[in-house]
């Protein structure tokens, strides 16, 4: 199967919990080769709110710059916890983001649910008992207003898959893949389904499809 080619249009990756753009360095370069403008988020370690400022503001500064700089809606590609952010990232200014894709994102369950809850109290400062923190993380179960992809594996291993998947709108989709948690931004199969959700043109979102050999690699993932 050959990944279509971009469009051209911004992709901005936010990469997981305590790493930095190092780690979505090849899932940056493989969109590029496909005619992409990809942008790193380029605020360092990814601490959460010690990162993005309490309030986002400064996600919020860098998704203004690039807006600012092509004019143009951005996709934005998220990792576990930079998924979560991207979706957030949405509700705060859904008029300059075209669409959302995560990988391995726990957005729709209890933070308790994964392996690194602990690891983020520590590392962002942020208890998630928090009534500020609760109250965005009721708001994340909800769909974004924008289109949005969950790509996901049961073989996680780091968070509850069952966190991972977006309820069903007629804007929402889920991709269940093979793979681990760790490994979602070099998985062929995840770079792939990627690819293919960008590939789609403004204001033309759909579904996955899965006819054909792709039905080999992926499984309609199921809604809440």
């Known amino acids: 199967m050959k990944a279509a080619r971009g469009d ?3 992709v901005l990756v936010l990469p ?5 753009d190092r ?4 899932l940056r370069r493989y969109l590029s080769a496909l005619g992409y403008d990809v942008y790193a988020w380029e605020l ?7 990162a ?13 710059e690039i807006h600012a700089a092509t004019g143009q809606k951005i996709t934005l590609v998220g990792h576990s916890l930079g998924g979560i952010i991207a979706r957030q990232l949405s509700r705060r200014r859904p008029d300059m983001v075209r669409q959302i894709v995560t990988l391995g994102s726990p957005f729709a369950g209890d933070p308790r649910s994964t392996n690194v809850w602990k690891i983020y109290e520590y590392l962002s400062g942020q208890r998630v008992s928090d009534p500020d923190t609760k109250a965005q993380l009721l708001e994340s179960h909800d769909a974004p207003p924008v289109p949005s992809t969950a790509i996901y594996t049961k ?11 977006e309820p069903e709108t007629p804007t929402t989709d889920n991709i269940e893949i093979p793979g681990s948690h760790c490994g979602l931004c070099v998985n062929p199969i995840a770079l792939y389904a990627v690819a293919d959700r960008l590939a789609q043109p403004l204001g033309q979102w759909k579904r996955f499809g899965r006819s054909g ?6 499984r309609s993932g199921q809604f809440h």
Do not use: M
């Open 52 to 64: 993005i400022g309490h309030q986002g503001e400064k996600l919020i500064a860098r998704l203004e």
């Open 8 to 10: 051209g249009h911004p």
């Open 23 to 26: 780690s979505t360095g090849l």
């Open 213 to 218: 050999l792709r039905a080999l690699f992926y």
């Open 155 to 165: 073989g996680d291993g780091i968070v509850a898959w069952q966190s991972c998947r």
């Open 16 to 20: 997981g919990l305590s790493t930095t």
């Open 44 to 50: 360092g370690r990814n601490l959460g709110p010690r």
